[in-house]
């Protein structure tokens, strides 16, 4: 750490005082026959400062000064070089919540789950690796909402990927407001790396977007479709005769792969968890996390210390033309 001044060039006011003690005793010399009547009455030793007053009033004002110019040149105290990723890509992730994501075909540890909850295992640890990447999350079923806009907060944003429920959004399935909303999201922004990740176990059902002219759109802004299809390809159905095996038709593939086909991207099918992690592994290759560094080194701005300190003396000044400074006593 090293301390610096961000304005020293200020400093060259530190004589101006005197110029503001030298002046006032030229005007007196040229007003010397000036008579003042009351001067008898001014000049009374009541009213003088005593010696000692007047040398302790002139230190204190003196170190004023000199805590003023500090403070004006800004203090800074410099800390460390830190290294920063930038890469400079934007990533959305879109994420199913319709009623269909509570099928519990996935397995974590021979224990079974739903899906949604197998999407925040593995989709949490692939935002905490996006280190450099601005991340955003959008949460779809009747309709599509931000939940969280493009930011660098990594931990907010698997924070409320992690609060998210199966119906919050509504029960059906709208991928094409989706699509739509990251567009319009992705589409303010002046990066070249604009990237959408969108995760669903249906096909469209809902919503005023068709998805594949919200894919055309995409490849216009030039925003690249990653997509993901989530599901086991059979299901346990359980009923009162005993549990069947029914498959699972419920996942437009052939949709999902036209979208990411539309936008230059990837189709990945996530059977279960084992495979969804490997899809984001491969998401980490297509999209690779930053490399270019910048060095960055945090600034704490120091004036505020020698402003109070200044302000403190300011205050014992006038206590001392007063006469009520402890020890300091009017002749």
Known sequence: MSLEFAWPWLFAALPLPLLAILLPRAAERSLATLR??????VNTPSLLPTKQRS???LLLAIAAWLLL???AARPQLIGEPLHLPISGRDLMLAIDLSGSMESDDMM?????????HAVKEVAGEFIERRTGDRLGLILF???AYLQAPLTFDRKTVRQLLNESAIGLAGKKTAIGDA????VKRLREQSQENRVLILLT??????GTVDPMKAADLAAQEGIRIHTIGIGADEQLMRGFFGSRRVMNTDLDEEALKAIAQKTNGRY???RDLASLEEIYQLLDELEPVAEEQQLYRPVDELYRWPLAVALLLSILIALTNRGLLPGVRHV
């Open 268 to 270: 990945f099918r996530g």
């Open 55 to 57: 040398n302790l009033r």
């Open 141 to 143: 079923g009747d309709q």
């Open 179 to 182: 699509i739509g909303l990251a």
């Open 36 to 41: 003042v009547p009351f001067f008898t009455a």
């Open 201 to 206: 176990d249906g096909s469209n059902t809902a």
């Open 69 to 71: 110019l500090t403070a």
């Open 108 to 116: 974590l540890n021979n224990r079974r789950m739903n899906r949604l």
